[in-house]
T-cell receptor, first 114, second 115 residues
């Protein structure tokens, strides 16, 4: 069983640029959630994708957007990058349809905005 | 809104000894889930244990029993027989039932196990 993978591992961008982060869900999982983890803090929920549609969103502005593909992989896009967007971005996959959906996390993408 | 508080930014323990990590939360919900996650230097979040609020019995997972006090909104994790591999950040998290994986995490406790 393949676990959750994310790419790239590290990324450096400058303020105002756009970035795309990628996530491959664990085999058999159909739901992907994205989290932002700033240095020294716990992860914050950005949004969740299920059946290729956004299915729940945290307190993040519209410049944070995403996609889910038919194979359940997902992208997180961030436009007009700001310095405060520097963080570890985690994705987690789960299998929707059961009463409890354990999330399995990927190793994250470390984004630095200069 | 739900908030999760971990009042211990850093803890240390000698190998083979026991340590307790504290977590309190605030919610008006009656049914929810609570979690402890471990994040080692590899950055990958690993589920340690899960508690369902509607179950009175404390969850336990090998060396990691929890003390769940629903009325006090407290959810502490005990790590017994600490091992060097337990060194990591530990996050407490809360999630309402059927809430689209919108988990609320605390700020974390950095645990160091000393040889």
């Amino acid at each position: 069983e393949t676990g959750v993978t994310q790419s790239p591992t590290h990324l450096i961008k400058t303020r105002g640029q756009q970035v795309t982060l990628r996530c491959s869900s664990q085999s058999g999982h159909n739901t992907v959630s994205w989290y932002q983890q700033a240095l020294g803090q716990g992860p914050q929920f950005i949004f969740q994708y299920y059946r290729e549609e956004e299915n729940g969103r945290g307190n993040f502005p519209p410049r944070f957007s995403g996609l889910q593909f038919p194979n359940y992989s997902s992208e997180l896009n961030v436009n007009a990058l700001e310095l405060d967007d520097s963080a570890l971005y985690l994705c987690a996959s789960s299998r929707e349809g059961t009463s409890y959906n354990e999330q399995f996390f990927g190793p994250g993408t470390r984004l630095t905005v200069l | 809104a739900q908030t999760v508080t971990q009042s211990q930014p850093e803890m240390s323990v000698q190998e083979a000894e026991t340590v307790t990590l504290s977590c309190t939360y605030d919610t008006s919900e009656n049914n929810y889930y609570l979690f402890w996650y471990k994040q080692p230097p590899s950055r990958q979040m690993i589920l340690v244990i899960r508690q369902e609020a509607y179950k009175q019995q404390n969850a336990t997972e090998n060396r990691f029993p929890v003390n769940f006090q629903k009325a006090a909104k407290s959810f502490s994790l005990k790590i017994s027989d600490s091992q060097l591999g337990d060194t990591a950040m530990y996050f407490c998290a809360f999630m309402k039932l059927n809430n689209n994986n919108d988990m609320r995490f605390g700020a974390g406790t950095r645990l160091t196990v000393k040889p």
